[in-house]
């Protein structure tokens, strides 16, 4: 296992921009340059897997009010609670959680980062955790997307204005 290439690895993966799209497909994640934690992990579990790391798919329950998303964005979503996709791996013996969830221009509007990754350690997580349940199986593709529809619409455009803030545009 060469942990060079599993941090390189959470390292592209990460930088895919955050975004929530209607028709969920991880094998596109690096063809569309955007992509939810569902896309991110199911993507880097598969590719972890290939360099012969052990995977494990956790479904983490979180609260979007603990996010620096304006109110009135969440708001539009039916409940602020929801369920977040994240990832467990196998490195030197040791388990160890994995979160690739929130691309690094976003650290200015106040997300959770992680930065020089050392690929030994647990990561960061993209949210305050409320539960944690690791899944015994690869979770199913979820492909479709249309619930919450002007709660993910509203959340893209906001991400993007604050990349653009970040950028200085």
């Known amino acids: 296992m060469d942990k060079k290439k ?73 409940s602020p609670v929801g369920w977040h996709l994240a990832l467990k791996i196998k490195v030197a013996r040791k388990w160890i959680y994995v979160d690739a969830t929130w691309d690094p221009a976003l650290e200015k509007a106040g997300f959770p980062i992680t930065k020089d990754w050392n690929g030994c350690s647990d990561t960061k997580f993209a949210f305050p955790l409320k539960q944690v349940i690791e899944l015994d199986e690869r979770p199913p593709k979820q492909v479709e997307r249309h619930e919450d529809r002007k709660f993910y619409d509203s959340l893209n455009d906001w991400l993007e204005s604050q990349r653009m803030q970040g950028r200085g545009a």
């Open 6 to 78: 599993i941090i390189e690895l959470y390292n592209r993966v990460q930088a895919v921009p955050y975004y929530c799209l209607e028709y969920r497909e991880p094998d596109l994640l690096l063809k569309k340059n955007k992509g939810s934690c569902s896309e991110k992990h199911l993507f880097l579990g598969k590719e972890f897997e290939k360099l012969g790391v052990d995977v494990k798919y956790v479904l983490i329950r979180f609260d979007w009010n603990d996010l620096p998303i304006p109110k009135e964005i969440i708001e539009k979503k039916g």
